[in-house]
């Protein structure tokens, strides 16, 4: 087995390392001089892999179909995945509502079919503090570094739980993989839907020890499809460095701080050969400026001659506050979804699909649909972090973008 990459101090690169020395993390828990730090991170340099170079192989061929204008997209599931819910059961009821909402995007077409699942369990926060009655207490992180409950035990960064967060990975992706096989197996052809797993891979102490060679090539174990947030996609990050290095295909978010210039290098590093599918590109820039600020983008990537996928995450760029909670309004949801969708067009580029928060059973985060009122979200409002559309929700809009 491939020895295990140390990371020197949790936010800088050690010496020895694929990545360059100096490269910052930005967002990593603080939990290097926790007594469990370092035998935690051994027990993943020794775990087995959750995912295969050949399943990596079939999905790349996948996403250069979508990349191609062959296919749709969609990647969905939670905002932050719970350690409560990845029991097949639960894991059955959120592959479900992902194959409901594909056929519901893809019509009678292919849809290639990516969870927000088995392993989505860190979260990049804007604040590393939350106010609870006048207290500042440490953000929820996701359940690989801290528990949500508003207490300061709760809030410590323990890093045992990266492996509590690799076995609840490897009980959800065993379900995963026996859905693959029974749809493989229903419906033969070449185009090879999923599901497969996907999470913002931010927590380097976490993913650079499952860093495997498999059939000759190196590989990120710990998912199919990583992905790095609107916050540690900058060109000389430890992040982009850990995926420029690995055979998977990686996606980034784009917020509306993202620069032309400065994507097209995370580009060459991330996708160096042009390979069709390598990148897939996901605009959250909210539903007031995606047409102004995503022309500039595209025009970037294709110029430089990458052929991305291109995916709206319509959520994350409209959040706003009310009834004391976050929420967000599907109509914002439906129009900068709808809009990214005519931006793409017009730039001659296929719109791939969407990337979505949805929870598997009828929450009440969002408002819209049968969520007629701000006094309806406490009704059901169990996410762990942000406001999740429920199943009905999403169908809606995947409706009206594929009308658009
Ligand atoms: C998310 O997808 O939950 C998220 C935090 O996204 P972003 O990095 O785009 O803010
Ligand atoms: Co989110």
């Not at 890093?159 to 009980?171: L, N, Q, T």
């Amino acid at each position: 087995m491939r020895s295990r990459p140390v990371i020197g101090d949790g936010t800088r690169a050690a010496p020895g390392l694929p990545w360059p020395e100096g490269a910052v993390a930005a967002q990593q828990p603080e939990w290097k001089t926790h007594p469990d730090y370092v035998a935690s991170r051994a027990a993943l340099a020794s775990a087995p892999a959750l995912v295969t170079a050949a399943e990596l192989a079939r999905l790349r061929r996948a996403l250069a179909v979508v990349a191609a204008g062959g296919a749709r997209m969609v990647q969905l599931g939670d905002c932050a995945e719970s350690f409560e819910e990845t029991g097949a059961d639960h894991v059955r009821a959120k592959t479900a509502v992902l194959h409901a909402l594909a056929d519901e995007l893809g019509g009678d077409g292919p849809v290639l079919r990516v969870g927000r699942i088995g392993g989505q369990f860190a979260k990049p926060r804007s604040s590393p503090f939350e106010d609870v009655d006048g207290v500042p207490l440490p953000a929820f992180r996701g359940h690989m570094v801290n528990g949500e409950a508003p207490s300061a035990g709760a809030r410590e960064h323990d890093p045992r739980r990266m492996v509590r967060a690799y076995e609840a990975s490897a009980e959800v992706l065993r379900v995963l993989a026996r859905d693959r096989d029974r749809r493989a197996g229903r419906r033969p052809g070449p185009f090879p839907d999923g599901p497969w797993a996907s999470h913002d891979a931010l927590v380097i102490d976490y993913e650079a020890p499952l860093v495997r060679t498999d059939a000759g090539q190196r590989i990120l174990a710990s998912t199919h499809l990583p992905w790095l947030g609107d916050r540690t996609r900058a060109p000389g990050s430890a992040h982009v460095r850990l995926l420029s290095q690995v055979a998977n295909p990686v996606a980034l978010k784009l917020g509306p701080s993202a620069d032309p210039g400065e994507l097209a290098e995370v580009c060459a590093l991330l996708d160096p050969d042009r390979t069709p599918g390598r990148l897939t590109l996901i605009a959250r820039m909210g539903a007031e400026r995606v047409a102004d600020l995503l022309p500039p983008l595209v025009a970037a990537v294709r110029a430089r001659g990458h052929r991305a996928v291109w995916l709206s995450d319509p959520m994350h760029g409209n959040t706003v506050r009310a009834g004391g909670v976050k929420t967000r309004h599907l109509s914002a949801i439906v129009d900068e979804a709808v809009r990214c969708k005519r931006v793409l067009e017009v730039a001659g580029e296929h719109p791939g699909g969407l990337h979505l928060e949805v929870a598997a059973s009828d929450v009440t985060e969002c408002l819209g649909g049968k969520v007629d009122g701000v006094e309806r979200l406490a009704e059901r409002y169990t996410t762990l972090c942000d406001p999740r559309l429920n199943p009905d929700q999403a169908a809606e809009l995947m409706r009206t973008w594929i009308r658009a």
